[in-house]
């Protein structure tokens, strides 16, 4: 059994949204013609409190800045994909009726969550596991933004949990800060995920 894995696609990670992703938008269309070959589609939702640690109004610093958080290294971020708010709506051409489960994440006030399946602690799970794994679901597929933050970590845990993984580029778009995207792509190709 195969899912779709749909990462993020808000408001807020799109044009005119508060972490907006070049492109965001662009791959939409794309991704809704693909959810009826899937046997399960799978939505997550970045889904902060208000002044959540991964924000950098919350330390006084600049965005794009990192720091040191007891789990490790953070980049910070402007305030985004807040509970409740129009920026952490699914971006309204998506296609949310198809979803089967929608996961949200980040919503611990003091640890990220790029992944879909663990919090930046790299240990406390989100249930999505579970929840593909009773399903008897093995292949997965991820779209959605942004390929080098939450569409590389969901897909690294995923390939590290013992699922066939692959990721569809040309429906994701990246952040970019850095080189993180030439080295997410590496990390996956690297771990062995198909990057296609
Ligand atoms: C994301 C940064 C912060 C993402 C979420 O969806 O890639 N990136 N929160
Ligand atoms: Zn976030």
Redesign the pocket.
Known sequence: MRALIV??V?ND?CPGGQ?A?NGGDEIIDGINALMPEFDAVVL?Q?W?PKGHN?FATSHGATPFSSIELPYGPQ?L?PD??IQGTTGAAFHSPLNTDAADVIIRK?TNPAI?S?SAFFENDQETPTGLEGWLEVRGIGELTFV????????A?SALDAKRLGFDVSVQTELCRA?DLDGSLASAIDTMRQAEIKVV
């Open positions: 990462i993020d808000q990670f972490l992703v997550t970045d902060h991964s980049t971020w985004h994909c980040g990220d790029y959605g933004l942004a390929t080098d933050y939450c569409v970590w952040i």
